[in-house]
């Protein structure tokens, strides 16, 4: 059954929708198939429940993902995760558009995948995948602010 969360980015408020079933399955596919060779050869023969994620580690994630991107999937993948996406503007919701409420907010989306993933699919993930997705705000938290 299809359901609504909040969460806030950056002092915005943001509700949201669970995706249809037949949309979170075809999101999902699409997600393992281009985080699942990253995440495999990040922590090849490690003990996921014993798991800690050093920099080597992010840095084999990157170097697998950027080598297995196609830009204009993982654009409309992550169109279809934002689709159900509303932000608080004053007192009325709007779509959280990629183009314009994300223009030059990047870390904004990521944080915001974040919630769409962690609602959507952490059932389906093993635990393994969802200690490894629960540090993606928290690296990004600790980015130095541009001033």
């Given amino acids: 059954m299809r359901r609504s969360y909040e969460f806030e980015i950056d002092g915005l408020k943001y509700i949201a929708t669970t995706l249809p079933g037949k949309k979170g399955m075809s999101c999902v596919t ?3 198939l281009l985080f699942g060779p990253s995440i495999t ?3 090849k023969g490690t003990d996921l429940k014993k798991m ?3 920099d080597s580690a992010f840095a084999e994630v990157a170097k697998t993902l950027i080598s297995n991107i196609d830009s204009d999937k993982v654009v409309k ?20 558009d990629l183009d314009e409420h994300y223009s030059a907010a990047y ?8 919630h769409v993933i962690k609602e959507n699919f952490s ?8 200690k490894f997705m629960e540090l993606i ?6 980015q130095p602010k541009e001033g």
């Fill in 41 to 43: 050869a990040a922590f």
């Fill in 77 to 96: 993948l992550i169109e279809d995760l934002l689709d159900s996406v509303q932000v608080w503007t004053g007192d009325r919701k709007v779509k959280a």
């Fill in 30 to 32: 699409r997600l393992l």
């Fill in 52 to 54: 800690t994620i050093a």
């Fill in 107 to 114: 870390s904004a989306l990521i944080k915001t995948l974040y």
């Fill in 123 to 130: 059932s389906f993930f093993p635990e393994g995948v969802s």
């Fill in 137 to 142: 705000p928290n690296s990004l938290d600790q």
